[in-house]
């Protein structure tokens, strides 16, 4: 091996960013083209440090802009190569046009994003924002909730990005400060372990095998446009689930830590539950445990992937809950939220009585507190006994000034 | 749970100190969780940074800390930045200061009636590692406080977790850190 393998302890104490950085290391990712943002940035220069110590055996391509970023990565994925790249907020915003450009090309891209707030007002703490603009932008989304997971996630992402069957860009997301800047233990793999799970990257319709002209970034009119389209959507919606699900079931047989498209936490018996990503499905299911202690039945889900979005598996999980609340970490403007409609639709031509309400929190990283939570339990409970949803069906926490309601 | 809450100026390494600990801890067995508030804190800013520590994962992301101790490695901050909100009863204060433990609260009302202790963390960190960086003594001093570890498997590990420095740094880091264990009051 041309490289070195780096010694890790079995339990390092690592923040977000630096796990998501080892586990690029680990995965040999032959180019990252990148322009660096907050807080995103301590990835990409991860990956840049260990490949000047010679820790990878890879290129690190430094870009005029996010644009740029992504479109050396769908350059080095067409030339046939593991890519990945890291971006947050107004960086995605920047990148926006080129991830279309690499799920619509196929092309196994893994993109991490360190999900920050959108301006103006100009603002770097963690918020979705940035993972709701790209959600309709063709790319596999998984969530992570803790360090260990954007760890783990990365590895996952490769594994079902290159599938041949999928060939579809994936982003991991974390978010940014409560999961990037916050260490934790993480559980480690070491260099060999770690790499087998990805293993060697296998090329495919790849622009450097010349013995085997193909053409990328073609135009198609009217004519085949939409059964480009149509193919992709296909395949998100019948090949990716189940490559999920077969490399969750791996990585579990790998490392004991198995993943689920949808997270439950005490949801066998729940009256009540909240659905939710991020760091606030830890604190909410810290909190439903306490809310059980009160004879509260309260329950929990963490979307763990966000697209292809698990709308089956959301229906059966919430089909027996009397009260569910969809919490929205990202300024709808003026509709609402996307969980809210999400959980709306899966059920709505179902037998369900399920009552929904959906929350606005933690815009630009306002805090969620257990406080918090312990009201919104207690107010879905108060929806549960009554029958009905006794406030709008949608609410703001813990945003200042006077009570913000609608609908 | 045990929560610290540190008060610091951006570029005096509270991140670092709190990583730092975290890391110690964790090698213990115990669950460990080290965070900041970064805003768009510039060099020189008041920050501050949170370490939680556990027998079990700690799943709370909440910034929101009832911290058990506080500290406080920028002299300043005692009289610019509320270093007892949120606190308990019971929580422990540790403050850089170049006063005696009396002579801080009679300047400070607000610490009236708490456990307060001080030591010099700036004074140490300049006649030891040669800058004012308040970090790793503070949490000597810590250790004694707390009687959380022995502080030569304390220093063990720091000079495991400060390996990347040179030699010369890491040393005055060890005596840094004694001298505050030392110097506590």
Redesign the interface.
Known sequence: MAFDKMELRDIEVWDGNFAAAQALRQCQVDVVSAYPITPSTPIVEGYAKFKSDNYVEGEYVMVESEHAAMSGCIGAAAAGGRVATATSSQGLALMAETLYQASGMRLPIVLNIVNRALAAPLNVNGDHSDMYMVRDSGWIQFDAFCPQEAYDLNFIAFKVSEDHAVRTPAIVNQDGFMTSHTAQGVHTMDDDTAFSFVGEFKPMNDMLDFEHPVTHGVQTEEDWHFEHKARQHNDMMTIVPGKIDAAFEEFAKLTGRKYNQIEQYDMDDADVAVVCMGTSVETAREVAREMREKGIKAGVIGIRVFRPFPFMAIAEALKDVKAVAALDRSAPGGTPGALFNEIAGSLFNSDSKMLLSGYIYGLGGRDLTKKHLVDLYTELQANADAGKVLTQQQQFIGVRGPKLAYL | MLEIRWHSRAGQGAVTG??GL??VI?TTGK??????F???AKRGAAMTAYNRVDDAV???????MEPDYVFVIDPALVYTSDVTINAKDNTIYIITTHMSTQELIASQPKLEGKKVYTVDCIKIAQETIGRAIPNTPMLGAFMKISEMYDIEFFKENMKRILAKLPQKIVDANMLAIQRAYDEVK
């Open positions: 709190a990583k975290a890391d964790s669950h460990v969780q080290a965070f900041a970064y805003g768009s700690i799943m709370n992301h909440e910034k929101y």
